[in-house]
């Protein structure tokens, strides 16, 4: 029988497909023959060695470059023969394994695949990026040998494993949480698919405040009070927090109103962003301010959309050493634009001027003299900035996520309403701005009150209630004071009915001292003394009762209701903080003097004086479910936006 002999050889020039420079053909020959011949239907890999069938196509190629060999993609190009390895080399590299392939169970793989994982949630990427080129050729430099998962990986294991172990975390320190604090909001994406987002807020146990996302559920029905109040308490119910819900905060919306009762919330709390807001509405909204209001306008909108005005005013703004900024626009629902845009154009009034009169423009006298404003128009705008101001920094204090705000509400509250009460120079637009703030401001938070004012109190920082009258003030201390005492799990020790039966076996079992004085009463035993007592005392209610009602000789414990008052009282002598300490920090340092006033202290400090923390998911969620992701799933939305906020890296 003949020998057969075979050998690889490279497939025809005609096969143009760049895939065929990783493979070969196998071809035969007997010895009796002197012709090769080619085996068509199997091609060997030239990386692996591996055989694939061949039937015409490229495909099967391919597809075993692609995910046996990351990054051999068809198109790519070959390097010159002066950059290729030598034969050595390559040997070298194929026997310590530089050309297998990670595991997928690896360690070094689970780690890049969860870096990859904590980039789409971090920097809010799509799932597709793992199929984008760059990004594949970036992971490829970085580690060759690592094999990146599809998108339907991180989509169904990946992220929804991230999500059940942060929120696994997130039930333990609920769990451990003193009290629970919560907001809610509702939004629409860009897919017109309605959600309402929950959060939640705790002082965990080195007095840090924690703002957590709790859930953005999709709702098909209408945002109705009793439909977020089911919501609510289904949230609630899932985060098995039901019975630490200390207050909830939301905007002021008849149908947030609602949904408190609907969840049996008697703490609820009207965000006082939201109540400034609407203040400021109707003081911007004043007639005497619109004609100025509209010159502004006007006058930002002509410099924003000229190129060439804008340089001549950076020249003038440079000449007159004024900041080099730029004029903003408001946006008429936000009332703060409107007061950053009125802020601004004062401060670059003079370049603003300047440029308006300069030849480089060449501004017609028709189109320049609704741009003008005159000094009875500017002196409008100063009214509006100087009114307003205090509300300014009110809003921007209560943004702050990392200490208390529900305590700094009744202060703020009470300065702005000081700041608004009419003073004999103002003028008529002073008068009627603030009259327009008086009168939305007034009674907005008559039934919260009292939760207000204690909040304040256990403030370091407001503690003394300046606002308050010295009647109010101890009726608020008192109020205070019983609530601490209903957190005391200490009983309230009684005197009790004691047998005699049991405590002459007692008295009895005591040893007997030496006596120290001859015929003095020390030589008696507990027992003659007893019996002497038995026998008269010279009283006769203590003769009847005396045996049954012993009073214990150790000191009387103190009452809860004691206890919360010494509190109390020793906290009242305490100096007060500054306004740029934390009270958070404060608490932390003394919780151990106040055992039972710090728990009220972290039931009150864990209340958020406004909803902005669940209106600030309405950006985050942008930034997810943009334009491109519109047809993102629910439950995908769900996962990124709770991992984005309560995700912390290692």
């Not at 011949?37 to 391919?62: A, F, H, P, R």
């Not at 009292?450 to 256990?458: I, R, V």
Request: aromatic residues 6%.
């Amino acid at each position: 029988m003949a020998d057969v002999s075979e050998k690889l050889v490279s497939p025809p020039a005609a096969f143009k497909a760049s895939c065929w420079q990783h493979f070969k053909f196998r071809a035969f020959k007997k010895d009796d023959s002197a012709t090769w011949e080619t085996d068509k239907s199997v091609v060997i890999c030239n990386e692996c060695g591996n055989k694939l069938k061949y039937s015409g196509n490229t495909t099967n190629m391919s597809t075993h470059l692609q995910r046996h060999h990351g990054g051999k993609t068809p198109g790519r190009r070959q390097p010159p023969a002066s950059e290729k390895e030598s034969a050595p080399v390559q040997s070298i590299k194929t026997m310590f394994g530089a050309n297998r392939k990670l595991k997928h169970d690896s360690n070094r793989a689970k780690m890049i695949t969860k870096s990859i994982a904590e980039f789409f949630v971090q920097d809010l990427r799509p799932f597709s990026v793992v199929e984008n080129i760059g990004f594949r050729r970036m992971i490829n430099t970085l580690e060759p040998q690592y094999t990146i998962p599809s998108r339907q990986h991180f989509t169904d294991k990946i992220i929804p494993e991230m999500y059940d172990k942060v929120k696994s975390e997130l039930l333990g320190d609920l769990e451990k949480a003193e009290a629970v604090s919560v907001t809610s909001d509702g939004w629409t994406s860009r897919a017109t698919e309605s959600y309402v987002t929950v959060t939640c807020h705790y002082i965990d146990d080195e007095w840090n405040l924690k703002n957590k996302v709790l859930q953005t559920r999709k709702t098909n029905e209408s945002h109705t009070g009793e439909n977020i109040g089911h919501i609510l308490v289904n949230s609630f119910a899932e985060w098995n927090i039901s019975d630490k819900i200390f207050a909830l905060v939301t905007d002021n919306a008849r149908n947030m109103k609602s949904a408190a009762r609907e969840a049996n919330l008697s703490n609820h709390i009207g965000c006082f962003a939201h109540t400034l807001n609407l203040a400021a509405q109707r003081a911007v909204g004043v007639g005497a301010l619109q004609k100025s209001l509209v010159k502004i306008r006007k006058t930002v909108a002509y410099f924003h959309r000229s190129s060439t005005a804008l340089e001549v005013l950076k020249e003038k703004c440079t000449l007159l050493k004024l900041p080099n900024l730029k004029l903003k626009m408001d946006v008429v629902t936000r009332w703060n634009s409107t007061y950053e845009m009125v802020d601004r154009y004062l401060q670059l009034q003079a370049a603003v001027q300047a440029s308006l009169l300069s030849k480089d423009l060449r501004i017609k006298q028709d189109i320049l003299k609704p741009l003008a404003l005159t000094d009875e128009e500017i002196i409008v705008a100063e009214t509006l900035v100087l009114v307003m101001k205090p509300m300014k920094t009110a809003t921007v204090i209560m943004c702050d996520e990392h200490s208390p705000t529900l305590s700094v509400v009744w202060p703020l509250y009470q300065q702005i309403l000081r700041s608004v009460r009419i003073q004999d120079d103002d003028s008529r637009c002073t008068i009627a701005m603030k009259n327009a703030i008086a009168d939305d401001l007034a009674g907005r938070y008559d039934h919260v009150e009292t939760f207000l004012q204690m909040a304040s109190f256990l403030d370091p920082r407001f503690k003394t209630l300046p606002s308050l009258n010295d009647v109010d003030r101890v009726g608020l201390v008192s109020k205070l004071t019983l609530e601490v005492a209903e957190l005391g799990n200490q009983p309230v020790v009684k005197t009790e009915p004691v047998d005699t039966a049991e405590v002459l076996p007692l008295l009895a079992a005591l040893p007997v001292e030496k006596p120290q004085l001859s015929g003095s009463d020390s030589d008696e035993s507990p027992i003659k003394k007893k019996l002497k007592t038995e026998n008269g005392t010279g009283c006769a209610l203590s003769d009847l009762l005396g045996d049954v009602y012993i009073v214990k000789e150790e000191k009387r414990s103190k009452s809860n209701l004691e206890m919360a008052s010494d509190e109390v009282a020793a906290y009242q002598k305490v100096d007060t903080l500054l306004m740029n300490q934390n009270p958070l920090l404060w608490w932390k340092e003394n919780a151990y003097l106040y055992p039972r006033l710090s728990k009220l202290a972290k039931r009150y400090h864990c209340v958020p004086g406004t909803s902005v923390p669940s209106e600030r998911i309405f950006s985050c969620a942008g930034d997810i479910v943009t334009a491109q992701r519109s047809t993102l799933k629910s439950k995908n939305v769900d996962a990124l936006i709770f991992l984005k906020k309560n995700f912390e890296p290692c």
